[in-house]
């Protein structure tokens, strides 16, 4: 291709996707092929040229950077190119050590709810992509409040998820979270949690969350492959949870004990 024809679209408009990983002790990502999965499924969806065997080769480089002795994350970018639309693409990996988890597992993080409203349309929700500012953004003005992070809702009212994470609820038997027609990520971590429901006497459920329903929980927690599971302790106006999170700690272990049995959604 001309050289002064390649634009990179991914800087210029935001156009890609990433996955990140976490990169447990041993260099062991138990969780590449749903990775891996999910990124092929937001190629097509938005017609990236993707290769399965290109995106394992830069997860097995990335790897190469990071101690046996640590834990990480690692993000995998598929960046885009092309003049007219995506015709090209490669991978770029980054990582770093992973920190901070476990005191969010202990002490309950704390959430802010966010100061606009998403749409539950927007296609660009339901995919891990670049067009990462809104998130980013919301984020820092979250921390700027005093908290870990922010809770989206969109236009009517009813809970979508964080700006890295996706919500439950227990409330007696039930787990809850919101559905994907909510406007927001199916994240793989997700998908284990509810997987692992029933075997922690929980009965998976996914529908409507307002913030009503949130203010009669026993219990609410976040998940994503790097965090894992990790339990709210507030969100501004709206919950205040209290140590010992028994529950989410016993999902924890049930997740991990779940992703490193092989047994993914």
Same mark, same amino acid.
């Given at each position: 291709?001309?050289?002064?024809?390649?634009?990179?679209? +991914?800087?210029? /408009?935001? *156009?890609? @996707?990433?996955? +990140?990983?976490?990169? /447990?002790?041993?260099?062991?990502? $138990? @969780?590449?092929?749903?990775?891996?999965?999910?990124? !092929?499924?937001?190629?097509?969806?938005?017609?990236?040229?993707f290769s399965p065997s290109a995106f394992r080769r830069a997860v097995e480089e990335g790897l190469l950077g990071i101690s046996e002795e640590t834990e990480a994350r690692l993000r995998v970018t598929l960046e885009v190119w092309g003049e007219?639309? $995506?015709?090209?693409?490669?991978?770029?990996?980054?990582?770093a050590p992973l920190r901070g988890t476990d005191e969010g597992e202990r002490e309950g993080v704390r959430l802010i709810r966010a100061p606009f409203a998403r749409s539950s349309g927007s296609p660009l929700l339901a995919f891990k992509t670049t067009n990462y500012f809104e998130n980013s953004h919301t984020r820092q003005w979250a921390r700027l409040q005093g908290y870990d992070d922010?809770?989206?809702?969109?236009?009517?009212?009813?809970?979508? *998820? +964080?700006t890295t994470a996706n919500l439950f609820l227990i409330r007696g038997r039930n787990l809850v979270t919101p559905p994907v027609s909510a406007g927001l990520l199916p994240g793989i971590a997700r998908g284990v949690v509810l997987s692992c429901a029933q075997g922690q006497g929980l009965v998976p459920e996914q529908r409507p969350?307002?913030?009503?329903?949130?203010?009669?929980?026993?219990?609410?927690? @976040?998940?994503?492959?790097?965090?894992?599971?990790?339990?709210?302790?507030?969100?501004?106006?709206?919950? !205040?949870?209290?140590?010992?999170?028994?529950?989410?700690?016993?999902?924890?272990?049930? /997740?991990?004990?779940?992703?490193?049995?092989?047994?993914?959604?």
């Open positions: 291709m001309n050289q002064t024809h390649r634009i990179n679209r +991914t800087l210029l /408009y935001g *156009e890609g @996707l990433f996955e +990140t990983l976490r990169v /447990y002790r041993g260099r062991q990502v $138990p @969780l590449l092929e749903a990775h891996c999965r999910r990124m !092929a499924r937001g190629a097509e969806f938005f017609r990236f040229p007219e639309g $995506p015709t090209e693409t490669r991978f770029v990996a980054h990582s922010a809770l989206f809702f969109n236009e009517r009212a009813e809970i979508t *998820e +964080t969350v307002t913030a009503a329903d949130l203010q009669g929980a026993d219990e609410i927690l @976040l998940s994503n492959a790097v965090i894992e599971v990790v339990p709210v302790r507030e969100i501004a106006g709206i919950f !205040a949870g209290r140590c010992p999170f028994d529950r989410a700690g016993a999902l924890r272990a049930a /997740y991990r004990e779940q992703v490193f049995a092989g047994r993914t959604p």
